[in-house]
């Protein structure tokens, strides 16, 4: 069975720039949490993607947006980057929407410069 | 509404002796909680979940957790610190939803 993975494993940016994080789902799972966690700090949750539909967000503005695909796989779309975006980028699968497990991969972590 | 907080921020243990992490969570409904552990430079890893079949949780690595609702607590134990125990620690709680809720995080050093 594959675990979540999670590409590229770093990436730096400049102040203004896009980004594409990418997440594979543990085989079986449909439902992909994203979580951005600061340096020294817990993760916060920006939104959840159940069956390729947005199953919830939390307090992130627009320019955080996702996708996810028919294999269930997700991405995470962040325009316009900002110094505070600098984190690690968790992505979590679980089966079945929320009530199940979350399995969280290794994580993306961004620079921005 | 739900939420986590982890009463240490640095907890510092002799291999061998035991380990507490403290938890308490505020809830008006039975609550889902959970552990994770995340090692420098790695992803989060679930050590043990608590869903209300049974206060008493075990959990991977030797770690297990009891729920106390007239505490409001959920607690980290284990009898004997390893130094590959040394990480830190998050008592997570998850709402209606699925959103988890993680608390500040507890940083666990284990001494020689």
């Known amino acids: 069975e594959t675990g979540v993975t999670q590409s590229p494993t770093h990436l730096i940016k400049t102040r203004g720039q896009q980004v594409t994080l990418r997440c594979s789902s543990q085989?079986?799972?449909?439902?992909v949490s994203w979580y951005q966690q600061a340096l020294g700090q817990g993760p916060q949750f920006i939104f959840q993607?159940?069956?390729?539909?947005?199953?919830g967000r939390g307090n992130f503005p627009p320019r955080f947006s996702g996708l996810q695909f028919p294999n269930y796989s997700s991405e995470l779309n962040v325009n316009a980057l900002e110094l505070d975006d600098s984190a690690l980028y968790l992505c979590?699968?679980?089966?079945?929407?929320?009530?199940?497990?979350?399995?969280f991969g290794p994580g993306t972590r961004l620079l921005v410069l | 509404a739900q939420s986590v907080t982890q009463l240490d921020s640095h907890v510092s243990v002799s291999e061998g002796t035991p380990v507490l992490l403290r938890c308490n969570y505020s809830?008006?409904?039975?609550?889902?909680l959970f552990w994770y552990v995340q090692h420098p430079n790695k992803g989060l890893q679930l050590l043990l979940k608590?869903?209300?079949?049974?206060?008493l949780v075990k959990g991977i690595n030797g770690f297990e957790a009891e729920f106390k609702k007239s505490e409001t607590s959920f607690h980290l134990t284990k009898p004997s610190a390893h130094m590959s125990d040394a990480a830190e620690y998050f008592c997570?709680?998850?709402?209606?939803?699925?959103?988890?809720?993680f608390g500040q995080g507890t940083e666990l050093s284990v001494k020689p």
């Open positions: 979590a699968s679980s089966l079945e929407g929320y009530q199940e497990t979350q399995y």
């Open positions: 085989s079986g799972h449909n439902t």
């Open positions: 993607y159940y069956r390729e539909e947005e199953n």
């Open positions: 809830s008006s409904y039975s609550p889902s």
């Open positions: 608590y869903t209300s079949a049974a206060t």
């Open positions: 997570v709680g998850r709402k209606e939803g699925g959103k988890l809720i």
